[in-house]
């Protein structure tokens, strides 16, 4: 089996084939790929994040479905339905968009919160249930959900037990002057993505998700994760804490990153680096900190940097 790093470089070769310059979130979103997690996109409009969902799909040779959320959205859109085929006189389950390897939730902020909580299920359960009988959802499976941070006319703000259920959060940005003009170079003769071609099987990932549980974490780098969560329950500028939650997705977001760096155990500074995208929205900073000009990604970046973390070579182990 190729290792989980090579897994990796295929991938991001061929996302940057459609997405231009944006390294970073492209490793970010692999990272929860490998994780089995799911992906928050928070940015302003056109900056690609449907196209690095379906990128990321036609990468590993799964379903893509897309989901338009609007105020008008029901939760049986995202579900499916049961229908009655009087051909043979019995009830058939006809499946939604959740039925699918990834789902691309555009615009999540715009459904409303019953619309908004079938997602739950199907996030934190990998299962959705329709008229009392359940369906496993297929493996892998992975949410990709966007909302725009500037408009918030006629939306519906994610509750904190929601965001909770989103491994990473990430933003895109605009693409540097170079990059743009490298991007509009490639769409001249047609879009990238109508040749992508898989790189990775659906086989070969569910192989490397697998061996993501076995990257060995180091007591010491374990309790260095503890305690930066730990550290955001007690932070004069922070109204609320990461949850227990938090901790979890630091913990195998480090093993993912340290497969993906072809290492056998998680290094500290793969925590450090991680913090942000994985606990930045599972905090509130207060309102008269924000009003001071404080993020909760600055706020962690110190607490990340405040904390001694372990040294020397046993940890790794």
């Not at 959320?69 to 859109?77: G, M, N, V």
């Not at 007591?219 to 932070?235: F, G, L, S």
């Amino acid at each position: 089996m190729n290792t989980i790093a090579e897994i990796a470089k295929r991938l991001t070769e061929n996302i940057e084939q459609v997405i231009v310059g944006k390294r970073q979130a492209v490793r970010l979103a692999l990272v929860a790929l490998l994780a089995e997690g799911h992906v928050l996109i928070e940015d302003v409009p056109g900056v690609a994040k449907t196209m690095l969902a379906r990128s990321l799909a036609l990468s590993i040779g799964g379903t893509f479905k897309r989901l338009q959320c609007t105020p008008d959205l029901l939760p049986s859109d995202i579900t499916g339905v049961t229908v009655f085929n009087q051909l043979n006189s019995s009830f058939e389950f006809v499946p939604g968009p959740a039925m699918s390897n990834v789902l691309l939730a555009d615009e999540v902020n715009r459904a409303t919160p019953r619309t908004q909580s079938a997602l739950l299920e199907c996030m934190a359960e990998r299962q959705i249930s329709v008229d009392g009988v359940t369906h496993r959802l297929p493996s892998p499976f992975m949410v990709l959900a966007t909302q725009n941070p500037i408009e918030y006319e006629g939306t519906f703000p994610l509750p904190e037990a929601q965001l909770d259920r989103f491994l990473l959060r990430l933003t895109i940005g605009y693409p540097t002057i170079e990059d743009e003009d490298r991007m509009l170079a490639r769409l001249q003769s047609g879009h990238p993505i109508e040749g992508i071609e898989t790189a990775v099987s659906i086989e070969e990932l569910s192989r490397a998700q697998q061996h993501v549980r076995d990257i060995f974490v180091h007591p010491k780098v374990r309790d260095y994760v503890v305690r930066i969560v730990a550290a955001t329950r007690t932070h004069p500028h922070l109204a609320l804490g990461a949850s227990p939650r938090g901790s979890l997705a630091l913990f195998r977001c480090g093993q993912a990153l340290a497969a993906m760096d072809d290492l056998q155990f998680v290094l500290p500074d793969h925590i450090k680096w991680i913090a942000g995208p994985a606990l930045a929205h599972r905090v509130i900073v207060k309102p008269e900190s924000r009003l001071r000009g404080m993020s909760a990604e600055g706020i962690l970046q110190e607490v990340a940097e405040g904390i001694a973390a372990p040294v020397g070579r046993e940890f790794g182990e």
